[in-house]
């Protein structure tokens, strides 16, 4: 479905940060793209859903393919009408706006009336916590919230590729694993999913196949069961970043926090 | 009943509630532009500094369709007044046309050049449209037709203009109508693109379109906010004037107050300015001989200071600015 050929990007005419790298998404698969701080897992994403020009970002070889249609010239709205969409590092929900106004902001491409309510409450029914707050402002929901309204809002789009860069950062154990059933979940609805990842075990988790990339190269690919098996894969990134659905580590962090709260 | 409500009327209760028409109608009015200023800097974080030159073009546009074409009374019947309101509303969305041509010629191209590059093409716009229609403006006297003129009514012993109850329901309407517009799919867009581009564009927001939108409501805006500034008693006997498009630069100290990116803050930032400007006029009259004549004139930009000093982005303005 998703084809990257080649890629190279450059920043400001000078920076050099994707150096030839090609991924594939088959149709139906989830494909985890591993790769440390700095590596272009971002700038990777913001080539695929042509959102480079707002970081002065250009590619400069390679091509992007999506069901055969190059797709690397286009604006980042007919990409999304085309069928990917991405939920951001750092989810950026619009703060300002309340739950339903950031999920239209998603549903913007859609015209139709049926399909954006359907859209609508299918979120629903993923996000419980969405369907309580729904007029909720954004910026006040918690952290785990944002993510899943970030998630809900790329939905609202009806995506046959959805890209999630990071969606585990800064969440706790219970949240992370909620989210990987969640990735799970829309995968089986049918959305090819790409899956942006420091949490390599999550991610390999549920992936079919997995690329490990430095530097803006992909130096290691293969099926995600064996790349979970693989020595160096477990030095390098299993053990820097460890296990997110460690109960035990999990207590730790909500006894923290209650004690932080009774201190202070 | 005409004559303009000056200084006094019989009894300090009168004085009172003419002063209070009078400031709500000329805080309605900097409310009006400053929503104008505001609309445009929220969705391209340009102040657009040809908006008091748009005012201008929108009185002429006013003149020449109600005045030479009689649009739309040649076609219909029916009351004065509802001919020049169907009127106003062509001016302004000829103006809001010139503003989505000026958008597309002149500003589309420079997004993503320094924001600063983009005020100063404003100015220079400013200064293009301002000759042009100065031009149009001066050679024949452009009436407005404004339909009650220079007429009051009276509240007690207070005397009110009618212009004054125009502009605050012209204000009223617009400030509504942005709050509902708001709530629509495409509001919803510009807000989301106000508040973050790049996330706006993830979602497929046409943001080149947005842009366009917010110019061409800003450039009506000005147009409507040009037109009732050159009413009696603000604007010389209803004629499209120099005035009505300077009036536009007398709004800044209300956009500035409130804060550049916010609704509210405009209307708020009008009142206030409004205000502040009216009963310093009426209630320091006798104090000229130390703070000198026309000092109303500078009252804004001290209120605005003062301001400031408090909340440096203005009373609802966002102090980081979320830029990409
Ligand atoms: N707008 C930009 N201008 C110049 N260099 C940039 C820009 N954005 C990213 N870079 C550089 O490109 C490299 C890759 O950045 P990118 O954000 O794609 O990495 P990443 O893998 O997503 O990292 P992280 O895990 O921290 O999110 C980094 O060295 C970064 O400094
Ligand atoms: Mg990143």
């Known amino acids: 479905m998703l084809e990257v ?127 309580d707050r729904r007029t909720a402002t954004a910026g006040y929901l918690s952290g785990g919230e944002q993510q899943m309204l970030a998630i809900g809002r790329a939905l609202m789009s009806n995506p046959k590729l959805l ?10 154990p219970k949240l992370v694993a909620q989210i990987r059933d969640t990735i799970v979940e829309i995968n089986q609805s049918g959305t090819s999913v790409l899956l942006i990842e420091q949490n390599a075990n999550m991610a390999l988790s549920i992936a079919d196949y997995g690329y490990i990339m430095e530097t803006g190269k992909i130096v290691m690919d293969g099926e995600a069961a064996k790349l979970l098996k693989d020595e160096d894969v477990q030095e390098f990134y299993l053990g820097l970043h460890g296990d997110g659905g460690d109960r035990k580590s999990f207590r730790e962090v909500k006894h923290y926090k209650r004690r932080k709260r009774w201190l202070s | 009943m005409s004559g303009l409500p000056l200084v006094l009327a019989a009894n300090a209760l009168d004085t009172f509630v003419q002063t209070l028409f009078k400031a709500l109608a000329l805080g309605s009015l900097y409310a009006l532009l400053a929503l104008g200023f505001v609309l445009i800097y929220k969705a391209t974080q340009t102040i657009n500094f040809a908006q ?32 020049w309101f169907i009127a106003l509303l062509l001016a302004a969305t000829a103006t809001a046309v010139l503003g989505l041509i ?15 590059s983009m005020a100063v093409i404003t100015l220079g716009l400013e200064v293009v449209i301002r000759v042009v229609a100065f031009d149009a403006v001066n050679t024949t006297p452009r009436i407005l037709g404004i339909p009650w003129g220079a007429e009051t009514f ?40 106000a508040f973050d581009q790049e996330a706006a564009l993830a979602q497929g927001i046409n943001v080149g379109r947005v842009f366009a939108i917010a110019w061409a409501a800003g450039a009506a805006l000005a147009a409507i906010s040009g037109i009732f500034a050159s009413m009696p008693p603000w604007g010389p006997a209803g004629l ?14 209300a956009v500035i107050l409130g804060g550049l990116d916010s ?62």
């Open chain 2, 240 to 253: 499209a004037s120099r005035d009505g498009a300077f009036f536009a630069f007398r709004a800044l100290p």
């Open chain 1, 163 to 172: 890209i999630l860069d990071e969606p585990s950062l800064g969440l706790a």
């Open chain 1, 5 to 131: 050929a080649n890629l190279e990007v450059v920043y400001n005419e000078v920076i050099l940060v994707l150096r030839g790298l090609s991924i594939e998404v088959p149709d139906g698969q989830i494909v985890a793209l591993l790769g440390a701080n700095g590596a272009g897992k971002t700038t990777t994403t913001r080539a695929i859903t042509g959102l480079l020009d707002v970081h002065e970002g250009k590619i400069t070889k390679g091509t992007v393919t999506l069901a055969g249609e190059r797709i690397e010239n286009l604006e980042p709205s007919q990409i999304v009408r085309s069928g990917i969409t991405q939920v951001m590092e750092g989810r950026r929900v619009f703060a300002e706006l309340t739950v339903d106004e950031n999920l239209v902001t998603g549903g913007i491409t859609n015209t139709d009336r049926v399909s954006i309510s359907e859209a609508h409450d299918r979120v629903m029914t993923m996000f419980p916590v969405l369907a």
């Open chain 2, 102 to 116: 000026v958008e597309r010629l002149t500003i589309r191209p420079m997004i993503g050049e320094p924001l600063f």
């Open chain 2, 154 to 193: 009276k509240i007690g012993g207070a005397m009110v203009a009618w212009s004054y109850i125009a502009a605050i329901g012209m204000a009223g309407v617009a400030f509504l109508g942005t709050w509902r517009f708001f709530k629509t799919r495409t509001g919803v867009a510009m807000r989301a693109t």
């Open chain 2, 52 to 83: 008091g030159a748009l005012a201008l073009a929108g009185t002429w546009f006013l003149s020449i369709i109600f005045m030479d074409w009689e649009i739309p009374g040649r076609w219909i019947g029916g009351p004065g007044w509802v001919h």
């Open chain 2, 263 to 324: 609704v509210v803050g405009a209307l708020i930032g009008g009142l206030i300015i409004g205000f502040a400007e009216v009963f310093a006029g009426q209630y320091l009259a006798s104090y000229t001989g130390v703070i000198g004549t026309g000092y109303q004139q500078v009252v804004p930009y001290v209120v605005m200071l003062v301001g400031l000093l408090v909340r440096p982005y203005g009373i609802f303005g966002t102090a980081e600015v979320r830029r990409v």
